[in-house]
């Protein structure tokens, strides 16, 4: 089976070697997404100090920046926030992090709920609290 991978140029550029997201059959694989913004050095909702460490963060302004980045990965690829069919969560902070969060997914996940999982790990390669995984299918006829 055949893949193409897609590069969104909206979304903030990759801090690796990979893809924005995959496209193999019917289904787009986003690689992590996380709240940076494309071409910005600052994270939004992150306060750093002078060593680079998290001095604090504002979880629902990364949640909605997070969201909009998914939002541009998937329409450059040619998909839909609707086709999203599964959503891995990670969190840096449950405790603290968690009812917001899910006050905020709601709000954007109110008429359309893919499966979703969400886990605490203990940090993120860049000084983020969450990052997303998703899973998005494409229609079975492309013209819908």
């Given at each position: ?18 893809p ?36 604090s ?63 605490e ?24």
């Amino acid at each position: 089976m055949s893949s193409t991978s897609h590069h969104s140029s909206r979304a903030p550029e990759p801090v690796g070697l990979y893809p924005h997201s995959r496209r193999v059959g019917n289904l787009l694989f986003l690689s992590g997404v996380g709240p940076r913004e494309r071409g910005q050095k600052a994270i939004p909702g992150v306060t750093l100090d002078e060593q680079g460490n998290i001095a604090s963060y504002d979880i629902a302004t990364q949640c909605h920046s997070v969201f909009r980045n998914v939002r541009y990965i998937l329409e450059d690829a040619g998909a839909r926030w609707e086709q999203i069919v599964d959503v891995t969560v990670f969190l840096t902070n449950m405790k603290a992090d968690f009812a917001t969060y899910n006050r905020i997914y709601a709000e954007y996940f109110r008429d359309h709920q893919p499966c979703r999982t969400t886990v605490e790990i203990s940090a993120l390669p860049t000084p983020i609290a969450i990052e997303l995984k998703v899973i998005a299918a494409f229609d079975e006829n492309p013209g819908v």
